[in-house]
């Protein structure tokens, strides 16, 4: 336990140090999260009416405990919808999931907008940063390779692992600051937890040029041993990447191989006061703290899902009506939907929750998996 308290003090004071070395342009940062489609024919659609698409709450306050606000990102919606947003935000999370690639009007597309924009916004002297996990990060790279997949089939599901640093992991921006004791303590404990049965491997990197635009920083190996990159980042770009998930060990607690040790929270804090502190350096704002306040997610209540065997303890579930979108001092656009600037209506509903992926149904979803259009990656 001594050794333990040590440890969470030395993580304590290295997100001191890293908070007084950066440059924050703004202590208060605004962190948008991508939505995510769920499904008609399953849980979601008998226990909620009209649902159609959702944010894991352990996402929410991942990056609230690390001193964030966070605004939901509606999928589904036009260009000049993201382009709005991302011109006031601090930055954009990416989260994991279950859902297709090619999927039009969903995730990926919004995904696909949201890179593009951040790319435009950092080359123009803009600082957005990107964080993708797990399936997110598998976005980032599938859309910045425009659009040739890259991925591996992987047995990766229910695993918790140690951080396996390459030996050049110093030259990281995600770790360079970091002090040693608290990169021991994520190499000698299980503390990432993995979910997912897609990879990408340094091999097919180096064969593919992906190394040209990415930085592995860890490896680590599935149930087969096959080995796999667990922690990316971006060479040009504030994007980073982890196949794990780091939001997990503090906020899930569904699964009983979920570590919930000190390290494991330890680890996950580090990695959550690395990104919004990255996100503190963006000098964007709203037009005015009443825009602001009326796209945040306080204006949605989560709903209580792991209850009827979803894997995500809370999520926020949002239909087209709570996702309504109303001009805010704009000359307007063709209709509400597209108006340069938005809030969102009240979102207080009823009903219980269920998994986005219990949604589906097991024949649809064996099918999709075979021909390797649908991923799950929690």
């Known amino acids: 336990m001594r050794i333990i308290m040590h440890r969470l003090a030395f993580g304590c004071l290295l997100v001191l140090g890293s908070l007084l070395v950066a440059a924050s342009a703004n202590s208060s940062p605004v962190i948008g999260v991508l939505t995510q489609e769920v499904y008609t024919d399953g849980l979601i659609s008998r226990h909620f009416e009209n649902k159609t698409s959702y944010i894991a709450a352990s996402y929410v306050k991942y990056l609230e405990g690390a001193g964030a606000r966070v605004v939901p990102i509606w999928i589904g919606r036009n260009r000049s919808y993201y382009e709005d947003l991302m011109h006031k935000i601090n930055g954009v999370l990416l989260p994991g999931g279950a859902t297709w690639f090619n999927q039009s009007n969903g995730y990926a597309d919004a995904g696909e907008h949201l890179i593009q924009l951040a790319v435009q916004l950092n080359d123009n002297g803009t600082f957005m940063p990107v964080w993708g996990t797990c399936l997110g990060m598998e976005l980032l790279v599938y859309k910045l390779a425009n659009g040739t997949d890259h991925r591996i089939s992987c047995r990766a599901s229910g695993m918790a692992l140690p951080i396996v640093f390459k030996e050049d992991y110093k030259q990281s921006r995600l770790f360079n600051a970091s002090r040693e004791d608290v ?7 299980n503390v990432t937890y993995h979910y997912h049965q897609f990879c990408y491997t340094e091999a097919d990197f180096v064969r593919d040029k992906l190394n040209q635009s990415w930085r592995v920083v860890s490896l680590n190996n599935d149930l087969d041993g096959v080995e796999f990159i667990s922690t990316m980042e971006h060479l040009k770009y504030p994007f980073y990447g982890v196949q794990f998930h780091p939001e997990k060990p503090l906020y899930e607690f569904v699964r009983s191989s979920i570590p919930h040790s000190a390290a494991a929270v330890l680890s996950g804090q580090y990695l959550a006061d690395f990104f919004v502190n990255e996100a503190r350096r963006s000098p964007q704002t709203f037009a005015n703290e009443t825009e602001q306040a009326r796209m945040l997610i306080y204006n949605y209540k989560p709903e209580y899902t792991s209850i009827l065997g979803s894997s995500y303890v809370q999520q926020y579930l949002f ?4 996702m309504q979108l109303e001009e805010v001092g704009s000359e307007g656009g063709d209709d509400g939907d597209d ?4 809030y969102p209506g009240n979102a207080y509903g009823n009903g219980n929750g269920a998994a986005a992926l219990l949604s589906i149904g ?6 999709l998996l075979a021909m390797g259009l649908f991923s799950i990656d929690f």
Do not use: I
């Not at 108006?339 to 938005?342: D, I, L």
């Open 319 to 322: 239909n087209n009506k709570e």
């Open 183 to 189: 990169v021991a303590v994520m190499v000698a404990n």
């Open 339 to 342: 108006s340069p600037s938005y």
């Open 362 to 367: 097991s024949g649809p979803l064996l099918v």
